[in-house]
């Protein structure tokens, strides 16, 4: 699961702060490419060695550099294929936030050598969502901030307005609050369950 993790951070540096910062960071951590290959293994240490070596370079805390990767894997062509698994949870936001808790299986479908830790949605009142996200031992890091971020690239996705609000984490997992605002806000993007990617 960490390589799958290493190789979207490497995508995500060198598109956002380009391959001379990334190639500092592999040289600096003495990293090889075995490091970066989605499929095979790679131990979290390696992970938290990265993140905390880019935080420093960028300036940015660990948990904001997550939050980026998870918008990063919804808004960005070449992570099409993230989007689309996304999407077919359904035709509208408040849909998709339902499909969540069916994600780690699907994720597995694709990619069975990924586990995703469990989802648990607890809708509220007034358009509030509560999102319990269980542990990731195998990963070593807290992947709240990812889903945080995915979800807020999600709902621009679907042109829907949220707040977004990171509960905090303990022993058992971490908590995200969803407020829906407007699930029709905005033209969200394009998408066709049967085809490719459509262009706007």
Known sequence: MNGLINRALQWLVRDSYGEALWRGLVEALA??????????????????????????????????????????????????????????????????????????????MAMPDFTLPEIRLHPGAAGLYRIELGTCPQAGLRLGPVLVGLLRAMADDYGALVLLDHRGADSRGEVIEVRLLDAAFADGRAFDLGAGPVAR
């Not at 131990?43 to 905390?52: A, F, I, N, Q």
Request: proline share 8%; aromatic share 8%; glycine share 8%.
């Open 31 to 108: 990293l090889g490419e075995a490091a970066f290959e989605p499929l095979m293994p790679c131990e979290p240490e390696v992970t938290d060695r990265l993140l905390s070596a880019l935080a420093g370079r960028i300036g940015r805390a660990p948990e904001e550099i997550l939050e980026d990767l998870g918008t990063y894997l919804v808004s960005q062509p070449r992570t099409e294929a993230a989007r689309r698994l996304l999407r077919f949870g359904g035709v509208d936001f408040v849909d998709f936030l339902y499909s969540l808790e069916d994600l780690p299986d699907r994720a597995r």
